[in-house]
Structures are given as C-alpha cells and as structure tokens.
C-alpha cells in the first residue's frame, strides 16, 4: 500500500513563486508515488482578517491553482479544510492537551502578531492566530499521514504536531501516526526579491518582494530583473555574503533542475544584467501554461466535482479517526 502524505497552502492571497517551489512542485512529483491530501487551507487565513468576498475568491483560485500546476485529481484528494469539519473537532481536543509556552514559542506566531500590531490596522491579535498550530496538527493527525511535504518554514509547525501525536499515544495507547516533514534540500526557503534576508510571502505589503502565480507576465519580468542584488557584479553562491543573487540561483537551479556549480559557471564573466533577463524568462515560461489552464479550470464545473469528491473523500477517513479520538478522551456518551 501506497504511504499517505497531506499537506496544504492558506488561501490568504494568490500563491507565490515560493510556495510553487517550496510546496507545488513537490506534490506534483510525490503524486505518483504516495496517496497524496491536498487542501486549501481556509481556516488558517482567517486567522488574520479577511475580507468576505475576497476570501471566497482566494479559496476557488487556489483550488484552480492546484489543478493548473499540474495536480491530478484522479490520484489526489483535493480539498477545502472548512468543508471537513473535524478539522476543527480534533483541533479543540488537541487544544486541550497543547501548552501555552509551546505555542508561545513558534515563531510564525511571533512574527505575524508582531506586523499586525505594527501595521495598525488591527492591534487587537485573534486568539486563532496563537492556537494555529493545534489546528495544523489536526489537520495533518486525521489522515494518519506518514509525511508532510513543506518548506521549511513550517518545521517548528511539524515538531509540535509529532510531538502532540505522541502526547496523545502516550496517553491513550497508539491513536496517531507521528509524521514527518518532507522539506526540499533545495528552494525550501525562497527569499523576497526586495529584501533578501526575509522570506518571500504573499502577505507581504510590499507587491515587489514577490512574484503571484497570476501576476502578469511582463511584471513578473520586471519584477525579477529589479531584484535586489550586489554591487559588486561577480556570480557566486553565497547565501551570507550576496543573499540576493544566491536567491535568484536558487530559483534559476529549481525550476531548470540544474546544479547551481553549473549554472554559475556559464554564467562566470557575464554581468547580472544578462542573468537576471534569462531567469525572468524561464520563471515566464514555468509560469505561462499554468496561467494559461487558470481560467478555464477556475469557471468550470470539473473544479466543483474535484472539491465535492475530494471532501467527501476526506471527510470519511477523518471521521473514522475522530471517533476512535472522541472515543479514547472519552466524549460523548457510551449507549447503555
Ligand atoms: P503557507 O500557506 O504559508 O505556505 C504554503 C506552503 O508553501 C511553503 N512556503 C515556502 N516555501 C519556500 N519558500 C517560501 N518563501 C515559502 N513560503 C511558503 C510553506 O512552507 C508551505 O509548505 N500552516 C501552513 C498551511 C497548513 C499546512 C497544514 C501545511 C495548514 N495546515 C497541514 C501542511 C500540513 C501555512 O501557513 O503555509
């Protein structure tokens, strides 16, 4: 039997270049080899706020996205978290067993209460932003997966759910499969083209740090050919010492499959000016087809059928799990 893999995106914004290397184009490869669970996770970006219809918008396009990057619904299980709810269910009861200081530690939550303290807008922080992680865990218990493919930035996220997962076996006898992550040895962190130390984010106010799937195509060459880099105009990987340009290597290296010693060396003696116009034009043609099956898949009946086979799909294992859960605690009633 085939091993089980899930893993999902927040619909809190159009996808990024760095979620398509970081996680895309992982599933698209594992698809083959394992039962692969793919969801659009619509709970996770309401924990910041969201307007209502551009939420619903958000949540179909990155269903169409999926598809459009190449995930095949006849061997994926392709979801919407909100459409299974015990999602939610299993988060409340891992809720109950997760300690304040573990949360207090993740660093995503440090970060993004920070920015909305910072940005104003909404000083008050939602509790749901500092319990995310319980729901992640959820998320990834339920389906008794063996592994997550992410980037790297949701390490700390999987750490916490293997250690939920045997916080629970422990205390109930073997419940959860205690997952691991699968983190890309290359593009697992893909950084801002404005700002090289940080990570490229579809949050990020500023539209320049990153490149949309659905950004059109002469502003995602623009936006490449304005990337931050050196002044000192030599070719080398040095992610400490020249974290722009290694960044654009990087991302030469992953969407061409080649070795990044190779490409610095047809490179070695060119100016950045030459590089950084043959990199637009390769992250054009990866992300042209896919813009191009975009539309249709986005207007179609097909995307409703894959969404309504897929929760249904999700919702039967994830319910089987639940009960076994409830039952362990001890919920609910016992019939006499
Ligand atoms: P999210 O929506 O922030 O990102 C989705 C996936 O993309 C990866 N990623 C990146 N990879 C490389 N470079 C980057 N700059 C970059 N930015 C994002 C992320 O690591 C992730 O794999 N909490 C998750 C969503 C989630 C989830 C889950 C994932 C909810 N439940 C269960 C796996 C399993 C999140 O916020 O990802």
Request: proline share 4%.
């Amino acid at each position: 039997m085939k091993k089980r893999m899930i893993s999902g995106i927040q619909s809190s914004g159009t996808i990024t270049l760095g979620n398509y290397i970081g996680a895309i184009q992982n599933f698209i490869e594992l698809q083959n080899e394992y039962e692969l669970f793919v969801f659009i996770a619509d709970l996770h970006s309401i924990t910041v706020p969201q307007e209502r219809k551009t939420l619903q918008h958000n949540i179909r396009s990155l269903a169409a996205l999926y598809l459009a990057c190449g995930l095949d619904p006849e061997k994926v299980t392709i979801f919407i978290q909100s459409e299974v709810p015990q999602h939610t269910q299993l988060s409340w009861i891992l809720e109950c067993s997760t300690y304040m200081g573990e949360l207090e530690r993740m660093t995503q939550f440090k970060d993004k209460s920070r920015s909305q303290a910072d940005s104003n807008m909404n000083a008050s922080i939602g509790v749901g932003l500092f319990t995310y992680p319980a729901l992640m865990a959820a998320d990834i218990l339920l389906y008794d997966a063996t592994f997550v493919p992410v980037g790297e930035d949701q390490k700390q996220h999987l750490e916490l759910t293997r250690n939920l997962a045997q916080r629970f076996n422990n205390k109930h006898g073997d419940t959860f499969i205690v997952p691991e992550p699968i983190i890309p040895t290359a593009g697992a962190r893909i950084m801002s083209l404005t700002d090289p130390t940080r990570k490229m984010s579809k949050s990020d106010p500023n539209q320049k740090s990153f490149i949309s799937l659905l950004d059109p195509l002469p502003t995602i060459a623009k936006k490449i050919k304005s990337a931050v880099t050196d002044s000192d105009g030599v070719i080398a990987f040095d992610p400490e010492n020249k974290p722009g340009l290694s960044n654009l290597l990087t991302i030469y290296s992953v969407l061409t499959k080649r070795s990044i010693a190779d490409i610095v060396l047809e490179y070695t003696g060119c100016g950045y000016g030459k590089f950084k116009g043959d990199l637009a034009d390769i992250v054009v043609q990866t992300i042209e087809p896919i813009q191009q099956r975009y539309q249709t898949i986005y207007n179609s009946e097909l995307l409703d059928n894959v969404l309504d086979a897929g929760a249904q799909n999700a919702q039967r294992l994830a319910n089987r799990k639940l009960t076994k859960v409830q039952n362990k605690v001890g919920l609910g009633r016992k019939r006499k």
